[in-house]
């Protein structure tokens, strides 16, 4: 999974700004979707006949959980839960169904602005 992407767009949920928080679960959420769809779909619609590379010495080279020390795979571990427990809490204020809070002008600049947009 492009974890640098994931990392990147998951920053901007804990934005001020709902424009920004609710950008960042759009691209978010379409990153993990074509990283899944990449991973398990595609190579089933590839068929038995697709020939691909053995790349398995690369896996060979990364390092396993268990030799991973403690501290960071915990602190990891953490971040995961706190970031999941956000997105719990705040569910309700991340995906909007009216797309004018991606606006930056506030309702009532709008408002007094609509009389002097021609038509």
Do not use: K
């Not at 960042?24 to 068929?47: C, D, E, K, N, S």
């Not at 971040?79 to 999941?84: H, N, S």
């Amino acid at each position: 999974m492009p974890l640098t992407s994931v990392a990147g767009f998951g920053a901007l949920l804990f934005s001020g700004f709902p424009g920004l928080a609710g950008l960042g679960l759009y691209a978010l959420t379409g990153v993990v979707t074509a990283a899944l769809v990449t991973r398990f779909i595609l190579p089933q619609l590839a068929g038995p006949t697709a020939h691909m590379r053995d790349l398995s010495y690369i896996g060979q080279r990364l390092p396993t959980p268990s030799s991973i020390p403690p501290a960071p795979a915990l602190a990891d571990a953490g971040a995961r839960r706190g970031a999941l427990a956000y997105l719990g809490v705040q569910r309700n204020d991340l995906w909007h169904e009216n797309l004018s809070v991606l606006s930056t002008v506030s309702a009532e600049d709008a408002r007094q602005m609509a009389p002097c947009v021609p038509i």
